[in-house]
């Protein structure tokens, strides 16, 4: 069935570059960098990989990115990705990037996007895999330091397709930055949100009327509210699930209590992805492997699934 499943064609959205940094590639840029470590090797960083929330993990991630600093950097780390992709056979990405994740650190915003965008160009071209850029803005930071983002990005209008809102959810509800949303909306970008992972459904609802948004990224806690499921049912609102990520982080306690396939057979437009696939033990295919060995996904489910995705894409 993973043979199966990986030769299956599929569309990946919701996927956080800086969260596709491989233990093995974070330690070769540190040395390249010249960055001391708090991990002896890959291993013991490896075991540290082990969550009990959000916020735990977001504090390693940004550990983590630390060690990108220059452009071969962030063309490496996005091209490892898109290498990966191409052994699952995902034929089409729109992956998210947290700029001030390195400009805080003071990297230039046209250094990470260079690096990523030159690599994503580069993928089309030698590898076939279509993409679309999302420029995501971290939810725990102000309205204030989103818009001086969005700023940093206009004169690159053409590099990427979308903003979307992502990082720390709870306390950070999606009305924080409906004046971002508004004027990045004006300047002619799509728009997609993080909601309804550790959120409740009213962040999803404002996500939709507020942020105005084409796509929900996670979304899981819809089921709570009929309403809602209704709503997205009938607009034909996709989600980007990510299966394992909702796991590792104990949105559910098992795989076995998520609810991709029950809201897929409800008529919900459900996608599967990775989310941060160095951190939570898999890319798209295992993704698909773990709900067919959990849950009894069938072949058939798989195909919808994977057509949904590729209906979903922003281009």
């Given at each position: 069935?993973?043979?199966?499943?990986?030769?299956?064609?599929?569309?990946?959205?919701?996927?956080?570059?800086?969260?596709?940094?491989?233990?093995?590639?974070?330690?070769?840029?540190?040395?390249?960098?010249?960055?001391?470590?708090?991990?002896?090797?890959?291993?013991?960083?490896?075991?540290?990989?082990?969550?009990?929330?959000?916020?735990?993990?977001?504090?390693?991630?940004?550990?983590?990115?630390?060690?990108?600093?220059?452009?071969?950097?962030?063309?490496?780390?996005?091209?490892?990705?898109?290498?990966?992709?191409?052994?699952?056979?995902?034929?089409?990405?729109?992956?998210?990037?947290?700029?001030?994740?390195?400009?805080?650190?003071?990297?230039?915003?046209?250094?990470?996007?260079?690096?990523?965008?030159?690599?994503?160009?580069?993928?089309?071209?030698?590898?076939?895999?279509?993409?679309?850029?999302?420029?995501?803005?971290?939810?725990?930071?102000?309205?204030?330091?989103?818009?001086?983002?969005?700023?940093?990005?206009?004169?690159?209008?053409?590099a990427f397709i979308a903003v979307g809102l992502d990082s720390s959810e709870m306390g950070?509800?999606?009305?924080?930055?409906?004046?971002?949303?508004?004027?990045?909306?004006?300047?002619?970008?799509?728009?997609?949100?993080?909601?309804?992972?550790?959120?409740?459904?009213?962040?999803?609802?404002?996500?939709?009327?507020?942020?105005?948004?084409?796509?929900?990224?996670?979304?899981?806690?819809?089921?709570?509210?009929?309403?809602?499921?209704?709503?997205?049912?009938?607009?034909?609102?996709?989600l980007t699930v990510c299966p394992l990520s909702n796991t590792k982080l104990c949105v559910?306690?098992?795989?076995?209590?998520?609810?991709?396939?029950?809201?897929?057979?409800?008529?919900?437009?459900?996608?599967?992805?990775?989310?941060?696939?160095?951190?939570?033990?898999?890319?798209?295919?295992?993704?698909?492997?773990?709900?067919?060995?959990?849950?009894?996904?069938?072949?058939?489910?798989?195909?919808?699934?994977?057509?949904?995705?590729?209906?979903?894409?922003?281009?």
């Amino acid at each position: 069935m993973y043979d199966w499943l990986n030769a299956l064609p599929k569309a990946e959205l919701h996927l956080h570059l800086e969260g596709s940094l491989e233990p093995e590639l974070l330690f070769a840029l540190a040395e390249r960098n010249k960055i001391a470590l708090p991990w002896n090797d890959v291993e013991a960083l490896r075991s540290a990989y082990a969550f009990n929330n959000l916020q735990e993990f977001l504090d390693l991630y940004y550990a983590g990115a630390n060690v990108l600093r220059h452009e071969q950097d962030f063309y490496d780390l996005t091209w490892a990705y898109l290498l990966k992709c191409k052994e699952q056979n995902v034929i089409h990405t729109e992956p998210f990037f947290d700029p001030q994740t390195h400009t805080d650190r003071g990297i230039p915003f046209e250094v990470v996007l260079r690096g990523i965008k030159q690599a994503l160009v580069d993928g089309e071209k030698q590898l076939g895999i279509s993409h679309g850029l999302i420029l995501s803005f971290l939810r725990h930071l102000s309205e204030e330091e989103a818009f001086k983002t969005l700023e940093q990005a206009v004169p690159f209008r053409d590099a990427f397709i979308a903003v979307g809102l992502d990082s720390s959810e709870m306390g950070h509800p999606p009305s924080k930055f409906q004046r971002v949303f508004d004027k990045a909306r004006s300047e002619g970008y799509l728009t997609v949100a993080h909601a309804g992972e550790e959120g409740p459904p009213e962040y999803i609802w404002e996500a939709l009327d507020l942020l105005k948004i084409q796509r929900i990224d996670h979304g899981v806690r819809a089921i709570e509210d009929e309403r809602l499921m209704q709503r997205i049912i009938d607009e034909q609102i996709p989600l980007t699930v990510c299966p394992l990520s909702n796991t590792k982080l104990c949105v559910f306690d098992d795989m076995r209590q998520h609810n991709i396939l029950q809201m897929l057979e409800r008529g919900v437009k459900v996608t599967v992805n990775s989310d941060d696939p160095a951190y939570f033990g898999g890319y798209v295919t295992e993704n698909f492997a773990a709900l067919h060995a959990s849950l009894g996904m069938t072949q058939e489910q798989a195909k919808r699934l994977a057509q949904n995705s590729l209906d979903a894409r922003l281009v």
